[in-house]
């Protein structure tokens, strides 16, 4: 049996409602008026697709050894490197051995679900097992498009293995088109889109039935058979055609999560995907379409291992965990879409000295320290001699990894002095649970949520972006711990 093992998900902490975005750029194009209903997400300015992979990765391996994984597939379209394995970059912060398979898939938005057929296919072939697949996608819209106010930022990530499955991979059917529909150049940031009706009426509503009767016809099924029915169309008039065409019915349509989130894009029906299975039962036929320069259809069916899954922070749990974004222009600044002054200090070029992060890569990208073995006291960075003072042992470590451990805040500071694209820059000291500290810039939180004591875990960030060179430097940040209620 081969199918899903464990699956994840992660959503920013930021939502932007799309009235403020209405409020700001109607003036220019009154149809995004139209699309104002709820709120996107929107990755805070240290995020990336990279990060949110990861951290969608983070979240299926919760529980499951990551030294089984042999695989890590990452689907995006927009990966900070063109020439650089997106995907390798993700495999320290995993925490997965260097002894795995990586790959990229990019170039269209059915990649996430590509990117799951090969790995369903190497597990098939008896040669590689316990694959990650994540996704994540942070696209943007020109100010005032209908893009910009549609685009959310999220990610998924499923475990694809034979043991322990949780839902079954039963089968697939895809097609293939050069549409173009939605496209971007090798050195364009912004999304362009064909007009709205053509990609409604002869993509959405041509592609997502063909693909639907395709499989439907292959495995001699209806669409009633199936608990969840899963697509990625934020047009509204489109999904109800689709709809009408294809027999679905409310209760088996899954939500697009277009009012919590917006389109993101890859990861889109991933995210829906990971969403459905949080409440599916034994015996669910889920399927999952995507859609992008043609689609996949995949199909599951879920078993009674579904009980015994691992009660992650999943898709509901980062929609619960949220904060409004009130300011249009911060959104702007955090994309880098709107220049801003932050001051002398933010003048200063950043450097990334390859060598030096290529000999120091588990300890800077694995959060890696090290332990000593005859007192047990856990140290970052990495030492030979022992800092423990009744200690001193010299050449006594061994590896310890310090991303997985929660901490406490023993000093910190708010500085409105140091650059910053959400000042005040917030850093201090963390303590960690079962002993080590180090200094950690904070993330996703106000001033106002760190005190003395608030315990943190740790989050991959980007650190900077050496706009120079077009480097990416990462690190892990604090991220102060909230008691969250799911929703639903």
Request: include cysteine; proline fraction near 5%; glycine fraction near 10%.
């Amino acid at each position: 049996m081969v199918g899903i093992c464990s699956f994840g998900g992660y959503v920013p902490r930021y939502r932007l409602n799309r009235g403020t975005i209405v409020q700001s750029m109607a003036w220019i194009n009154p149809i995004i008026m139209a699309h104002a209903q709820g709120e996107k997400a929107v990755a805070n300015f240290d995020e990336d697709a990279i990060t949110m992979a990861v951290a969608a990765g983070i979240d299926a391996l919760q529980g499951i050894d990551p030294a089984s994984v042999e695989g890590v597939y990452l689907a995006s379209t927009t990966m900070p490197y063109k020439e650089r394995l997106n995907a390798a970059i993700a495999v320290a912060p995993l925490n997965v051995p260097d002894q795995v398979r990586a790959a990229d898939f990019s170039g269209g938005l059915k990649a996430g679900t590509t990117a799951i057929l090969a790995a369903i296919e190497g597990v098939e072939s008896k040669n590689i097992n316990n694959i990650l697949v994540a996704s994540a996608d942070c696209r943007l819209g020109r100010p005032g498009s209908t893009q910009e106010i549609i685009f959310g930022d999220a990610g998924a990530a499923f475990l694809i293995g034979d043991t322990d499955v949780i839902a079954e991979f039963k089968g697939s059917y895809s097609v293939t088109y050069d549409f173009a529909d939605h496209m971007r150049g090798s050195d364009t940031r912004f999304d362009r889109q064909w007009e709205e009706r053509w990609i409604r009426d002869l993509g959405y509503a041509d592609f997502i039935p063909e693909v639907i009767n395709g499989l439907l016809d292959k495995y001699q099924m209806k669409i009633s058979d199936f608990s969840k029915v899963i697509y990625p169309c934020n047009n509204r008039g489109g999904r109800k055609k689709i709809n009408g065409k294809l027999g679905i019915s409310p209760e088996i349509e899954q939500s697009n999560l277009q009012t919590e989130i917006g389109d993101s894009g890859t990861s889109l029906p991933l995210v829906m995907l990971a969403n459905a299975l949080e409440d599916a039962n034994p015996g669910d036929r889920i399927l999952v379409v995507s859609y992008g320069s043609g689609c996949d259809a995949l199909f599951f069916e879920v078993t009674e291992q579904i009980k015994n899954r691992k009660n992650n922070r999943g898709i509901s749990g980062s929609l619960a965990n949220k904060a409004a974004l009130d300011n249009y222009t911060k959104y702007l600044v955090w994309r880098n879409i709107l220049p801003v002054e932050t001051g002398m200090r933010g003048e200063v070029s950043d450097f990334t000295a390859l060598s030096t992060l290529w000999r120091r890569q588990k300890e800077i990208n694995g959060m890696w320290g090290s332990r000593c073995k005859k007192c047990n006291t856990p140290q970052y960075p990495p030492q030979r001699i022992c800092a423990n003072p009744e200690c001193g042992s010299v050449d006594q470590m061994e590896p310890y990894a310090f991303a997985d451990k929660t901490g406490h805040v023993i000093t910190y500071t708010g500085d409105m002095l140091a650059s910053s694209f959400d000042p005040p820059s917030i850093y201090g000291r963390i303590d960690f649970q079962d002993g080590g500290r180090c200094n950690f810039d904070f993330t996703d939180c106000d001033l106002e949520d760190v005190k003395t004591g608030t315990p943190v875990t740790l989050s991959f960030r980007k650190k900077y972006h050496d706009r120079t060179r077009d480097i990416v430097g990462y690190f892990w940040k604090a991220v102060p711990v909230k008691e969250v209620k799911k929703n639903g």
